[in-house]
């Protein structure tokens, strides 16, 4: 048990430091949310006519309502980060040397997805205390009671973004990738807007937010900052962190690798 603490405190501190060393990293992870919550929600408000969101029990003004959204915009970007900061590794060799490890190799890349957690809270953290110097503020407690979401949200997109690490070999290949992989999920999902209203524009498209794993990401968060439970968002987000965990262990089964090798 205690090889397995060590090897955590270890993984966590490297990531740590990687990210206390690239400050262009948290301030990008700061601004990208600020611009759209200070300049783009005006422009939005206008276009969609959502002065004023009815979305649960109460009525919320929109720069309120895409809070929670801005939320998962971070942890999106943050957990696709961290799968580059594993492309990279791998080429570097310093993957090959930690999956060599005597430890289980789905203790490794655990927590690889915990440290990126970990500094994907503190961002979220940075961003929410901003949004309440700019007058946008949240239920007290929910910034308490969204913390156990943020951490299974966390673990869901840093599993996907771990998957598309195993199967991404070289660092140039990975800028396009991630791109097709995060704008379609931030923007078919309900961060910017609630589902009801895509429904009025596109049915379809609405059944494609509805089945995002990222809207239900965000609904989770959403619902957690207004100390409500939303067990169908969080049972998704489960399910989600499951499936992409198996498929990034698969990725990186040292035999499926051997495989691809002697192909080459």
């Known amino acids: 048990m205690r090889r397995y603490l060590v090897a955590l405190r270890a993984i966590v501190t490297r990531e ?54 801005l939320c998962g915009m971070i942890q999106l970007f943050n957990g696709m980060q961290s799968s580059l900061s594993l492309v990279y590794d791998q080429e570097m060799g310093s993957m090959r040397l930690l999956l060599t490890s005597p430890l289980p190799r789905w203790w490794l890349l655990f927590c690889k997805l915990l440290a990126g957690v970990a500094v994907s809270i503190l961002q979220v953290a940075a961003f929410l205390a901003i949004a309440a110097g700019f007058g946008i503020r949240l239920e007290p407690l929910g910034y308490l009671a969204v913390l ?93 962190f499951a499936a992409f965990m198996a498929l990034a262990l698969w990725g990186y089964d040292p035999a499926r690798g051997m495989a691809r090798r002697r192909a080459g």
Do not use: D
């Open 148 to 240: 156990p979401v943020l951490v299974l949200s966390g673990l869901m997109l840093g599993a996907l973004g771990l998957f598309i690490s195993s199967a991404i070999r070289q660092l140039e290949n990975f800028a396009g990738v991630m791109n097709f992989v995060i704008f379609p999920m931030f923007f078919l999902s309900t961060a910017l807007y609630p589902l009801w209203k895509m429904a009025e524009s596109s049915p379809l498209l609405a059944r494609i937010c509805a089945i995002n794993p990222f809207t239900h990401a965000v609904e989770a968060i959403r619902f957690a900052l207004y100390l409500e439970w939303n067990p169908v968002a969080l049972f998704w987000c489960v399910a989600a």
């Open 16 to 69: 740590a430091l990687r990210f206390i060393s690239q400050r262009g990293r948290f301030l990008a992870a700061l601004v990208r949310p600020l611009v759209w919550l200070v300049v783009f929600a005006a422009g939005f408000r206008a276009a969609l006519g959502l002065s004023i969101i009815p979305p649960y029990q109460t009525y919320i003004t929109y720069e309120v309502y895409i809070v929670p959204g």
